[in-house]
T-cell receptor, first 115, second 114 residues
Framework: NAGVMQNPRHLVRRRGQEARLRCSPM?????VYWYRQLPEEGLKFMVY????????ESGMPKERFSAEFPKEGPSILRIQQVVRGDSAAYFC?????????????FGPGTRLTVL | SQQGEEDPQALSIQEGENATMNCSYK?????LQWYRQNSGRGLVHLIL?????REKHSGRLRVTLDTSKKSSSLLITASRAADTASYFC??????????????FGQGTILTVHP
């Protein structure tokens, strides 16, 4: 059973471009979470999705950021018109349905660098 | 200050010594989890302790939880150089669904010297 997969692992964008980050949850997991980690800091929650639904987006910036988890295919975190402050590591995590404790399994992350 | 704050921020010890990291939080929780992150890598789940538990062991790891003080500690016994990493506590808040976000602390950077 493959773990959570994220791609690309590294992404370089110029200011104003779009960044698309992909996350494939573990097999059988229907809950996906996105977190952002700035240098020397802990992870900050961004959004929690189930298939075709956004459950909690309280951590998402109000503009330029969007997320989806379609019925088929990976979850996508999309950042439009990137700025230097968007440079960070973005982690995806997944958890199975019916779990009591919400243990989340993390992917290796996508490191976004905005030039 | 944030939910899930660890101290110390950095800890440097010799191989074979024990390492203790502490975490404090603010709100009522369902459970508290500890994760490890090696430099430049993703997070690895270490151990979970529920709000009705006081102590839990897993191999060389021992976690305690004091809900009256809203604090937890992670003890790594007989440390090894391979334990060098950042360690984060994360909480799942009580109330509502058991799913949802983890709230992470700032982390403790542990360095174990051979």
């Amino acid at each position: 059973n493959a773990g959570v997969m994220q791609n690309p692992r590294h992404l370089v964008r110029r200011r104003g471009q779009e960044a698309r980050l992909r996350c494939s949850p573990m097999k059988g997991h229907s809950h996906v979470y996105w977190y952002r980690q700035l240098p020397e800091e802990g992870l900050k929650f961004m959004v929690y999705l189930q298939k075709e639904n956004i459950i909690d987006e309280s951590g998402m910036p109000k503009e330029r950021f969007s997320a989806e988890f379609p019925k088929e295919g990976p979850s996508i975190l999309r950042i439009q018109q990137v700025v230097r402050g968007d440079s960070a590591a973005y982690f995806c995590a997944s958890s199975p349905p019916g779990t009591r404790d919400n243990e989340q399994f993390f992917g290796p992350g996508t490191r976004l660098t905005v030039l | 200050s944030q939910q899930g704050e660890e101290d110390p921020q950095a800890l440097s010890i010799q191989e074979g010594e024990n390492a203790t990291m502490n975490c404090s939080y603010k709100t009522s929780i369902n459970n508290l989890q500890w994760y490890r992150q090696n430099s430049g890598r993703g997070l690895v789940h270490l151990i979970l302790i529920r709000s009705n538990e006081r102590e839990k062991h897993s191999g060389r790891l021992r976690v305690t939880l004091d809900t009256s003080k809203k604090s937890s500690s992670l003890l790594i016994t007989a440390s090894r150089a391979a334990d060098t990493a950042s360690y984060f506590c994360a909480t799942v808040n009580a109330g509502g669904t058991s799913y949802g976000k983890l709230t992470f602390g700032q982390g403790t950077i542990l360095t174990v010297h051979p």
